[in-house]
């Protein structure tokens, strides 16, 4: 089975702050993603990454960067926290470039901003 | 452009009756089609899929949904709820390009004992 760890289940953050969230695949997935999760507007994406050093903006990218530097390895950053990016954040990876591929995706990180 | 619709944003069932999660669709290409499937305190995982091999899908814990293109409809159906189908459930479609995965706003749906 394919597993997609982030490595916070939750974080505090304070206004100002940089902040990092990781998120490591086990199973070479090319393919690796960045959503944002809000009651009422499903996912959005944020970045994502087809390959090691490679990344294309998403829907809602500003305020955040991302990093990939090993293949397993998709790093979020939030250059300076703000109130406004209090929210659930996902990682995700699939398997090929396709667009039948599914996502397999980590338990989320819910981020507060205060 | 893609776009996903869920019509109702929370649908409460009783044990053991149908469950019916309705998703609309709008495509410019042939869709590819998913529903998936969040547990609480959980990330997402893949129900079923569409594409385009047949028009009723199957998928994991008795669920499956027909794709209706006259209809742009991918309704996710159930015969008999359990209570541990108590979730939120996300319709996505993607067109040709894999950054473009669009998801619904999901439909939380309740089972009552």
Redesign the interface.
């Known amino acids: 089975d394919v597993k997609v760890t982030q490595s916070s289940r939750y974080l505090v953050k304070r206004t100002g702050e940089k902040v990092f969230l990781e998120c490591v695949q086990d199973m070479d997935h090319e393919n690796m993603f960045w959503y944002r999760q809000d009651p009422g507007l499903g996912l959005r994406l944020i970045y994502f990454s087809y390959d090691v050093k490679m990344k294309e903006k998403g829907d809602i990218p500003e305020g955040y960067s991302v990093s990939r530097e090993k293949k397993e390895r998709f790093s979020l950053i939030l250059e300076s926290a703000s109130t406004n990016q209090t929210s659930m954040y996902l990682c995700a990876s699939s398997a090929e470039t396709g667009s039948n591929s599914p996502l397999h995706f980590g338990n989320g990180t819910r981020l507060t901003v205060t | 452009a893609q776009s996903?619709t869920q019509l109702g944003?929370h649908v409460s069932v009783s044990e053991g009756a149908l469950v019916l999660l309705r998703c609309n669709y709008s495509s410019s290409v042939p869709p590819?089609l998913?529903w998936?499937v969040q547990y609480p305190?959980?990330?997402?995982?893949?129900l079923l899929?569409y594409?385009s091999a047949a028009t009723l899908v199957k998928g994991i814990n008795g669920f499956e949904a027909e794709f209706k293109k006259s209809e742009t409809s991918f309704h996710l159906t159930k015969p008999s709820a359990h209570m541990s189908d108590a979730a939120e459930y996300?319709c996505a479609v993607?067109?040709?390009?894999?950054?473009k995965?669009i998801?619904?706003?999901?439909t939380s749906l309740s089972v009552i004992p």
């Open positions: 996903v944003s590819y998913f998936y305190n959980q990330g997402l995982q893949l899929k594409t996300f993607t067109g040709t390009s894999y950054d995965v998801f619904g706003p999901g």
